[in-house]
Structures are given as structure tokens and as C-alpha cells.
């Protein structure tokens, strides 16, 4: 009867999963079920403005774009900087040429990127959209580069003893590196929603981070907390996907479910 | 690195600064890009003004301050976790969901109840605190079975094989984490200032940008960028103080 037990363990799993949030989201309905702070309205109020604000046309107007955002720059900065990374982890003197500059470039906080594409490109989608490429580059091309760099040498000269074409034999090492390529991918994930937040809330007429600025502006605080809850909720439902994406595509690698690098 | 590598990595430096210097030329207004033959003799001049070095010193303060708090609270709450399987076990989902919200969402929230510094410093501290605790669960679970079970053999008492057996172990990702939490705490500290107008560095850059000094802008960037580079400096260096007996470091160095 293994489906039965099957069944129990994945109960079980599933009830150990989720005892605490429950618990947790039970115990925060009681207590501020009562709540007169203006700050922290109960959470019913919450749930009910939630339901006012974003499942209206609010979706449409300011989740899409902010959507729209994250994924073209967060798109822009894993190509490029698995373009990038792999010339520089593959060529020690294109590494050498390179490696003090990603190494100022590296360290230099995002952020701080959005005056000065304010100031080059302008306001507008374009200058979200680098800023959070900009941002989420630097994991992806760091961790290709040192993925590629050290991968097994017996592998190469095997794969160069078999004179396997050259084309098969750059599509054997990016594979190799993928598992690093994924860990800066994460990252950079983390590093993206932060960015696409910052820059909304700096300088923008639409999306997550504006509407939730502009509601703390106006006093409208059950409204700000849903849509607090919202980025958070995006954060994690984003993570879970990617972990999903991660798991499939390093099925054969062993080490696939180790954390390693974490972001911010 | 050998010498070959160092003179490439300069001519890279060159050239990275010489393409810099055609494109803002070539492509944008001096008012909006300014090219590096302007903003390096500006960054100078701020190097020796008052205003720079305080507002560096209350970015700095701000992110030692949160990453203090972070790494104490996390290797607390870490060695508490992590002594519980149990606990692990039924706490994994909350952190797991608790972990990818990005901190600045707190900012909203925050504003209406703290001041500013409060903020930022808190921001820097929920943001490194994750990393902490993850990476102190990391090497909890790296805790190598014959050396605890050779502990005990010893009869060594709770406390004991913590610090002679579980320390050891978990400090390595330590070091690993000091390395993540710098940029991070230099990033969220100037993130604050950026948003939230808290006094440093972020609040310089932004108010220049604001009142049109592109030139000083574009400079006091550089300048932040030359102080990460300073604190990442710093932090290998600690952690390699901190583990030169570690397997890692000693191949790193005589490599």
C-alpha cells in the first residue's frame, strides 16, 4: 500500500509546509482584528482592499508594466551576461583585459545608477528597464565567467581528442557551467524586483512601486499594506518558479538542489 | 595574477576609460553625460571637501551598524534553528517565503513609524540577515557526524562541541556571507538615502542630481564605486585573517 503511505508523507510534508503560515496568518487576523492604529489596520481591512485595488483594472495599469519591466530587463541581462561571461571565462586574456573593470563594476552599487540614467536617457520605460538590466548583469556574467573558467580540463581535452566540432564543444562547456550560470541567475532575479521597486518609486507615473509610494503619500494604509503584501507575494511566487525552472533544467546535476549565493 | 595579467588589466582599465570618454563626447551633452576628463578632477576636488567625507561616514555607519545587527541576529537565530531539526523542519516554508521579499517594501511601511536613519540602518539589517542565517543553516548542516560523534566519544558536553566542532564548521560560511553582506549593506545604505532622502552619500547624489550638478553627480558615483571597491578589499581581506587555518584559504594562497 505505498500509495496510501505516499499519500500521508506528502500530507504530512504539505502540513509541515504550511502549519507555521497558517498559524502565523491566523494569529495576525486575531490580533489586528481589534486594531485601532491607524498603521495597522486589521487585517480583514487588508484583505478587503486588496481585493478593491488589485484585482481591478489596477492590474492591468500598474502590475503589467512593473511585469513588463522585470522580465524584458531581467531577459537583457541573463543573455548578455551569459554572452559575456562566457567569452571572459573562456579566454584568459580577454579575463585579464577585463577583470579590473568587472571588478569596479561589481562592486558598484545599482542603485545608485538611477540618478545618472535619469540624468543620460531620461525618464521613462527605457531607463527602468536598464537599470534593472544593469543591475542584474553583473551575478549572471560573474558567475558564467567563473563557471566556464573552471570547468574539467579532462572533459576539454577529451572532447577536443574526439575532435568533436567546435560548435558541440562550446555547447559541452556552457552545460557544464550551467549550474553556476543558474546561481547568478537567481541573484540576479532578487537584485531585479528590488531594482524594478527602487526605480518605480524614484521615477516613474505607473507600476508597483509608484502606487504603493503614492498610497503611503496619501494615508490610504490598508491599500499600502495590500500592495506591500503584493511585492512580497511576487518575490516569492517568482523564486518558487525559478526554483522550478532550475530543478528541470539541472535534473542531471547532483548537486542541483545546494544553495549556495544568496541575494538581496 | 602575473605581471602580464596586471599590464592587461590596465590597458583594459584604459580603454574602458577612453571608449567612456569618445561615447559621451561623441553621443550625449556635457550637461548630461559628462565626459571623464570632467568628472575625475571634480571627484578629486570632492575628495578634499567636508561634505563628502561626512556624508561617507554616515553611509558607512549606517551599513556597519545594520550588518552588525544582521550577523548577530542571524547566528542567534541560525544556532536556534538549526540546534532543532524539528524547528527546521517546521519553520523551512516561512523563511522560504519570508526570504525573497524584497526589504524595501518595508520602506512604505517603515516611514510612517521610524525616522529615516532608523530605516535605512533596519533595511540593511533585514536584507544581510537573511544571507546570515542561510548561511549559517548552510554550515550547521555541513557539520561533519564523525567529529561530532568523536566529540562525544571525548565526552565533551553541549557547549564544548559547539564551540570546538560546530564553529569551526559554520565559520567558513561566515566568511562567505561577511563577503555577500558588504555590497549588500553599502547598496541598501545608499538605497535609503536615495528614496528616503536619509543623509549620506545617497541623498548627496540624489540632491545633485536634483538641483542639476551632473558633473558632481557623475563624480560622487565614481567616488562610490571606488569606496566599494575598498570595502570588498576589507572584507576578503578579514575573512581571510579570519580562516587562514581553513582548507580554502590555504589553497588559495598557495596557488
Same mark, same amino acid.
Given at each position: 500500500?505505498?500509495? $496510501?503511505?505516499?499519500?500521508?508523507?506528502?500530507?504530512?510534508?504539505?502540513? =509541515?509546509?504550511?502549519?507555521?503560515?497558517?498559524? =502565523?496568518? &491566523?494569529?495576525?487576523?486575531?490580533?489586528?482584528?481589534?486594531?485601532?492604529?491607524?498603521?495597522?489596520?486589521?487585517?480583514?481591512? *487588508?484583505?478587503?482592499?486588496?481585493? +478593491?485595488?488589485?484585482?481591478?483594472?489596477?492590474?492591468?495599469?500598474?502590475?503589467?508594466?512593473?511585469?513588463?519591466?522585470?522580465?524584458?530587463?531581467?531577459?537583457?541581462?541573463?543573455?548578455?551576461?551569459?554572452?559575456?561571461?562566457?567569452?571572459?571565462?573562456? @579566454?584568459?586574456?580577454?579575463?585579464?583585459?577585463?577583470?579590473?573593470?568587472?571588478?569596479?563594476?561589481?562592486? =558598484?552599487?545599482?542603485?545608485?545608477?538611477?540618478?545618472?540614467?535619469?540624468?543620460?536617457?531620461?525618464?521613462?520605460?527605457?531607463?527602468?528597464?536598464?537599470?534593472?538590466?544593469?543591475?542584474? =548583469?553583473?551575478?549572471?556574467?560573474?558567475?558564467?565567467? +567563473?563557471?566556464?573558467?573552471?570547468?574539467?580540463?579532462?572533459?576539454?581535452?577529451?572532447?577536443?581528442?574526439?575532435?568533436?566540432?567546435?560548435?558541440?564543444?562550446?555547447?559541452?562547456?556552457?552545460?557544464?557551467?550551467?549550474?553556476?550560470?543558474?546561481?547568478?541567475?537567481?541573484?540576479?532575479?532578487? *537584485?531585479?524586483?528590488?531594482?524594478?521597486?527602487?526605480?518605480?518609486? !524614484?521615477?516613474?507615473?505607473?507600476?508597483?512601486?509608484?502606487?504603493?509610494?503614492?498610497?503611503?503619500?496619501?494615508?490610504?494604509?490598508?491599500?499600502?499594506?495590500?500592495?506591500?503584501?503584493?511585492?512580497?507575494?511576487?518575490?516569492?511566487?517568482?523564486?518558487?518558479?525559478? /526554483?522550478?525552472? /532550475?530543478?528541470?533544467?539541472?535534473?542531471?546535476?547532483?548537486?542541483?538542489?545546494?544553495?549556495?549565493?544568496?541575494?538581496? | 595574477?602575473?605581471?602580464?595579467?596586471?599590464?592587461?588589466?590596465?590597458?583594459?582599465? %584604459? $580603454?574602458?576609460?577612453?571608449?567612456?570618454?569618445? $561615447?559621451?563626447?561623441?553621443?550625449?551633452?556635457?550637461?548630461?553625460?559628462?565626459?571623464?576628463?570632467?568628472?575625475?578632477?571634480?571627484?578629486?576636488?570632492?575628495? &578634499?571637501?567636508?561634505?563628502?567625507? %561626512?556624508?561617507?561616514?554616515?553611509?558607512?555607519?549606517?551599513?556597519?551598524?545594520?550588518?552588525?545587527?544582521?550577523?548577530?541576529?542571524?547566528?542567534?537565530?541560525?544556532?536556534?534553528?538549526?540546534?532543532?531539526?524539528?524547528?527546521?523542519?517546521?519553520?523551512?516554508?516561512?523563511?522560504?517565503?519570508?526570504?525573497?521579499?524584497?526589504? *524595501?517594501? !518595508?520602506?512604505?511601511?517603515?516611514?510612517?513609524? !521610524? +525616522?529615516?536613519?532608523?530605516?535605512?540602518?533596519? !533595511?540593511?539589517?533585514?536584507?544581510?540577515?537573511?544571507?546570515?542565517?542561510?548561511?549559517?543553516?548552510?554550515?550547521?548542516?555541513?557539520?561533519?557526524?564523525?567529529?561530532? +560523534?568523536?566529540?562525544?566519544?571525548?565526552?565533551?558536553?553541549?557547549?564544548?562541541?559547539?564551540?570546538?566542532?560546530?564553529?569551526?564548521?559554520?565559520?567558513?560560511?561566515?566568511?562567505?556571507?561577511?563577503?555577500?553582506?558588504?555590497?549588500?549593506?553599502?547598496?541598501?545604505?545608499?538605497?535609503?538615502?536615495?528614496?528616503?532622502?536619509?543623509?549620506?552619500?545617497?541623498?548627496?547624489?540624489?540632491?545633485?542630481?536634483?538641483?542639476?550638478?551632473?558633473?558632481?553627480?557623475?563624480?560622487?558615483?565614481?567616488?562610490?564605486?571606488?569606496?566599494?571597491?575598498?570595502?570588498?578589499?576589507?572584507?576578503?581581506?578579514?575573512?581571510?585573517?579570519?580562516?587562514? @587555518?581553513?582548507?580554502?584559504?590555504?589553497?588559495?594562497?598557495?596557488?
Amino acid at each position: 500500500m505505498t500509495g $496510501v503511505r505516499g499519500l500521508r508523507a506528502a500530507a504530512a510534508g504539505a502540513g =509541515l509546509a504550511l502549519g507555521l503560515p497558517a498559524l =502565523l496568518l &491566523t494569529l495576525w487576523w486575531v490580533a489586528s482584528a481589534g486594531s485601532t492604529s491607524i498603521f495597522l489596520p486589521p487585517l480583514r481591512e *487588508i484583505a478587503a482592499a486588496f481585493d +478593491d485595488v488589485w484585482l481591478s483594472d489596477a492590474f492591468r495599469r500598474d502590475v503589467v508594466p512593473s511585469l513588463w519591466r522585470l522580465g524584458a530587463g531581467y531577459a537583457t541581462a541573463v543573455v548578455v551576461g551569459v554572452a559575456a561571461g562566457y567569452v571572459i571565462g573562456r @579566454w584568459a586574456a580577454v579575463r585579464a583585459l577585463t577583470s579590473p573593470v568587472l571588478a569596479y563594476f561589481r562592486v =558598484l552599487p545599482a542603485p545608485v545608477m538611477i540618478p545618472v540614467l535619469l540624468v543620460a536617457v531620461g525618464i521613462g520605460d527605457a531607463t527602468k528597464l536598464v537599470v534593472i538590466a544593469l543591475g542584474a =548583469l553583473w551575478p549572471v556574467l560573474l558567475n558564467t565567467a +567563473d563557471g566556464v573558467r573552471s570547468v574539467d580540463d579532462v572533459q576539454l581535452e577529451t572532447a577536443a581528442a574526439y575532435r568533436l566540432p567546435a560548435w558541440t564543444r562550446h555547447r559541452l562547456v556552457l552545460r557544464a557551467a550551467s549550474p553556476r550560470v543558474f546561481a547568478g541567475a537567481r541573484q540576479a532575479l532578487g *537584485i531585479s524586483i528590488i531594482l524594478m521597486v527602487v526605480s518605480e518609486m !524614484l521615477m516613474s507615473t505607473d507600476g508597483l512601486g509608484f502606487r504603493v509610494t503614492q498610497f503611503q503619500r496619501s494615508f490610504a494604509i490598508p491599500e499600502m499594506w495590500s500592495g506591500v503584501l503584493l511585492v512580497g507575494a511576487l518575490g516569492f511566487a517568482l523564486a518558487k518558479l525559478f /526554483e522550478l525552472a /532550475e530543478r528541470r533544467a539541472l535534473r542531471w546535476h547532483r548537486g542541483a538542489t545546494g544553495r549556495q549565493e544568496e541575494a538581496w | 595574477m602575473s605581471a602580464d595579467s596586471r599590464w592587461l588589466g590596465g590597458v583594459g582599465l %584604459v $580603454v574602458a576609460a577612453a571608449g567612456y570618454e569618445v $561615447v559621451a563626447r561623441a553621443f550625449f551633452a556635457p550637461e548630461h553625460v559628462p565626459p571623464l576628463s570632467a568628472v575625475v578632477p571634480e571627484a578629486a576636488r570632492l575628495l &578634499t571637501e567636508e561634505r563628502f567625507w %561626512v556624508a561617507t561616514g554616515r553611509t558607512l555607519l549606517a551599513a556597519v551598524a545594520g550588518a552588525a545587527i544582521a550577523v548577530v541576529a542571524g547566528i542567534v537565530a541560525g544556532f536556534a534553528i538549526g540546534a532543532v531539526p524539528p524547528l527546521l523542519r517546521v519553520m523551512s516554508s516561512t523563511l522560504d517565503f519570508l526570504r525573497p521579499v524584497p526589504s *524595501i517594501v !518595508l520602506i512604505p511601511v517603515l516611514v510612517l513609524v !521610524l +525616522d529615516v536613519a532608523q530605516i535605512t540602518v533596519l !533595511l540593511v539589517a533585514v536584507s544581510c540577515f537573511w544571507i546570515v542565517l542561510f548561511q549559517v543553516l548552510y554550515g550547521l548542516r555541513d557539520v561533519d557526524q564523525v567529529a561530532v +560523534d568523536t566529540a562525544r566519544g571525548f565526552r565533551l558536553g553541549r557547549l564544548a562541541r559547539a564551540v570546538h566542532v560546530t564553529w569551526p564548521t559554520v565559520l567558513p560560511y561566515l566568511g562567505t556571507a561577511l563577503r555577500l553582506i558588504v555590497s549588500v549593506a553599502l547598496a541598501l545604505a545608499l538605497t535609503g538615502g536615495l528614496v528616503m532622502g536619509a543623509a549620506g552619500l545617497g541623498e548627496l547624489i540624489w540632491s545633485s542630481q536634483e538641483s542639476g550638478e551632473f558633473t558632481g553627480m557623475y563624480a560622487l558615483v565614481l567616488l562610490t564605486g571606488g569606496i566599494g571597491v575598498a570595502l570588498d578589499l576589507g572584507a576578503r581581506l578579514a575573512e581571510r585573517r579570519l580562516l587562514h @587555518w581553513h582548507v580554502g584559504t590555504r589553497r588559495e594562497l598557495a596557488r
